[in-house]
């Protein structure tokens, strides 16, 4: 039995603990009104504008969103690296924020409110660690820690980079366009500039951005060496970040395609709110939603959504080039209309149905599964065929790389069919034909694919049951031609039997009698007395061999179910055994001789061991005829069977003489005494 597994200790902090994981957050949430405050008492215009390019108090909320995500993570799992990492990228965004809405009020063409330097050089230098920030975030997403082995000594090689960058970007001298013109007097642009540099700022500002991308896209291929490696609950935790990527890249094409007020903005926003978002569903709640169904229906309407935008292009290009003038806007947006009505629905219904097909075979045609499977196993014979067309069904249905259909067979053999090539870690699923198990379905243990949902559990159910079908067709065929063998055998062995003792018993002792006879013939003018010796020798052998012809034709079938009938037969059996018998049985019972002689056989062993075994006051015999069965029962009140003890030669052979002719025989033995031997024999002959 399995012990249930320990419960989790509960790490979620409290009481000054959780102010403490909240301070970080708070601070992120505070900034906004603070920075929405200086925005709104800001020229619209003038230098302080044109240095901050407008309000900070957006970025500034994408810092509180981040904070506050970084707060449901940190609530959660204090200990959480992710959290902290992302409440400081959050603190970053909402400080950026605060410090272009501090510019745009504070900054003027003669004078500037105090510690305007450290300001200017927070956002404008600083700031460039903001991507480097987010790079580590996804790098240590979603364990907390960069990947072991070579990738994670080129993730700390890729951080340093990226804090190379940085510092470039921190040194570099304000030089042509880069220079702030007009700063008032007080004010310092650049205070950790490098002045031995003046004249290198290209190369050095090349070498900064060269090692920021490669810290970047080194972060993404880190995402996806991670997304290869993991398995299980962390797979689906890499999952909730591709969702994010899909959903990042669908808005930010539609912000291209689209004159959408403030795009850039909403673009930022979604880039830097969304992959963060699904980072907190999946470290705090991973299974808020299948991420499976989730996935594929934001990849179908990302496709369609794409479609959809390159046809309403086409299509304005093509009226623009026929008309040769540009259309109204009225135009346009019935042109669009049009489009995505007639493209919407046909196209989303069949890239919904291709991508689930694509990612997760064809569990979602139940139907055709199953019927496709059903039609194959009614036009096979072949046992090893039909479980091959299962695994082969398996495999397409769900889209698995491996299946293996093993089947026990007779004496230790095991078939087993196989598609694909068997990886480290699998399951194993019983397959079971009315409550014994008979064989196993094997499927990866690993993969999107191999996650099953309650219908693809159905689906799988109805799909073992045609495998146990198969497989019990299988084990019945094997069984019908060790049937049809030891059919044989025994036929054989019995020939022999007679053979043998015709020739060795019969043949000599005959022979013998011939000659004995000729003998006396011989002596029995001059030798009376001897001759008639010879005759009594030779009544004596005849009497031997009728005997012995007697035995042979008992093994045959027994005489006495000739002279007597089955239940005379019994009750004669049961006189010499000395048992007291009881019998109910009809008097015109009339059976097939194999029924007969079957019948005669099971009660005849039970007899008997009643008689060796049981000590029994009473045993009551019950013979009769239901339906196109008999029914035959031997019932003692003897001591019974111990419940320790295995079935010996005798109670085995009972079952067997029962099940050649395709009946069943039971044993049972009550706690406080007596047996009873139940046997259900078919009437009918097998075709």
Do not use: K
Not at 306 to 314: E, G, I, N, P, T
Not at 322 to 340: H, I, N
Not at 370 to 375: D, E, K, M, R
Request: proline share 5%; net charge negative.
């Amino acid at each position: 039995m399995t012990e249930p597994a320990p419960p989790q200790a509960d790490t979620r902090p409290r009481g000054p603990m959780a102010v403490a994981v909240l301070v970080v957050p708070a601070l992120c949430v505070a900034m906004v009104p603070l920075a929405l405050w200086l925005d709104l008492d800001a020229p619209t215009s003038g230098l302080g504008y044109d240095v901050s390019l407008g309000p900070g108090w957006p970025w500034t909320l994408i810092g509180a969103l981040l904070g506050v995500l970084a707060g449901i993570i940190l609530l959660n799992e204090p200990r959480q690296r992710v959290g902290w990492v992302l409440a400081g990228s959050g603190l970053f965004w909402a400080l950026d924020g605060l410090a272009q809405s501090y510019i745009l009020s504070g900054l003027r063409e003669t004078d500037a409110w105090p510690a305007m330097t450290f300001v200017l050089w927070f956002l404008n230098r600083f700031g460039s660690y903001l991507t480097s920030v987010t790079a580590v975030l996804v790098m240590i997403f979603p364990t907390g820690r960069f990947l072991s082995g070579r990738w994670g000594t080129a993730s700390w090689v890729a951080t340093v980079a990226m804090v190379v960058s940085g510092l470039c970007f921190l040194v570099i001298p304000a030089e042509g366009d880069r220079a702030i013109q007009g700063l008032p007097p007080g004010v310092e642009e650049d205070p950790t500039t490098i002045h031995a540099l003046s004249g290198h700022s290209d190369q050095v500002a090349a070498l900064g951005l060269a090692l920021g991308i490669a810290g970047f896209f080194f972060a993404l291929l880190s995402v996806v060496v991670r997304y290869r490696r993991s398995e299980g609950l962390e797979r689906d935790r890499m999952r909730w970040l591709l969702w994010s990527v899909i959903v990042v890249v669908a808005v930010s094409v539609g912000t291209l395609a689209f004159s959408v007020p403030d795009g850039d903005f909403v673009g930022a926003l979604v880039a830097s709110v969304v992959p963060p978002m699904a980072m907190t569903v999946a470290i705090v709640r991973p299974t808020l939603v299948s991420i499976q169904d989730l996935l594929a229906r934001t990849a179908v309407l990302a496709a369609v959504f794409a479609v959809l935008v390159a046809a309403d292009a086409l299509v304005l290009w093509l009226f623009t080039l026929l008309l040769d003038d540009e259309l109204t806007q009225a135009q346009v947006v019935g042109v669009v209309l049009v489009v995505s009505v007639v493209l919407y629905g046909p196209l989303r219904q069949r890239l919904s149905a291709a991508v689930r097909r694509l990612m997760l075979g064809e569990r979602g045609n139940r139907y055709d599964a199953v019927a496709g499977l059903a039609s194959t196993l009614e036009n096979t014979d072949d046992s090893a065929e039909q479980l091959a067309a299962v695994a082969r069904a398996v495999a397409s249905a769900f889209a698995v790389p491996f299946v293996s259909v093993e089947v026990d067979r007779g004496h230790g053999e095991r078939l087993v069919t196989t598609v694909g090539e068997r990886p480290d870690q699998v399951r194993t699923l019983p397959i079971t034909w009315r409550d014994t198990q008979i064989g196993r379905l094997v499927l990866p243990a690993r993969g999107l694919r191999s996650r099953l949902t309650v219908r693809d559990e159905e689906l799988l159910g109805d799909l073992v049951r045609q495998a146990a079908t198969a497989a019990r067709t299988s084990q019945l065929a094997e069984e019908v031609q060790r049937s049809r063998e030891r059919l044989v055998s025994a036929r054989e062995e019995e020939r022999r039997r007679i053979r043998r003792d015709l020739h060795d018993g019969f043949g000599p002792a005959l022979s013998g009698i011939v000659f004995q006879l000729e003998a006396a013939r011989m002596t029995v003018e001059r030798d009376p007395v001897r001759a008639r010796t010879q005759l009594e020798t030779v009544s004596a052998q005849v009497q031997d061999v009728v005997a012995d012809v007697r035995r042979l034709v008992h093994d045959l079938r027994p005489p006495a179910l000739d002279d007597r009938g089955l239940v005379g037969a019994l009750r004669q059996q049961a006189e010499h055994l000395a048992v007291p018998l009881d019998v109910t049985a009809p008097d015109d019972l009339v059976l097939p001789a194999a029924v007969e002689v079957a019948a005669y056989r099971i009660a005849g062993e039970a007899l008997t061991n009643v008689a060796r075994h049981a000590d029994a006051s009473r045993v009551r015999l019950v013979v009769a005829a239901a339906g196109e069965s008999l029914l035959l029962e031997v019932a003692d009140d003897g001591r019974g069977i111990p419940a320790h003890r295995e079935a010996g030669v005798g109670l085995a052979s009972l079952r067997e003489r029962a099940a050649e002719l395709g009946g069943t025989t039971t044993i049972t033995s009550h706690p406080g005494g007596g047996t009873v031997v139940r046997a259900r024999l078919p009437l009918r002959s097998p075709a």
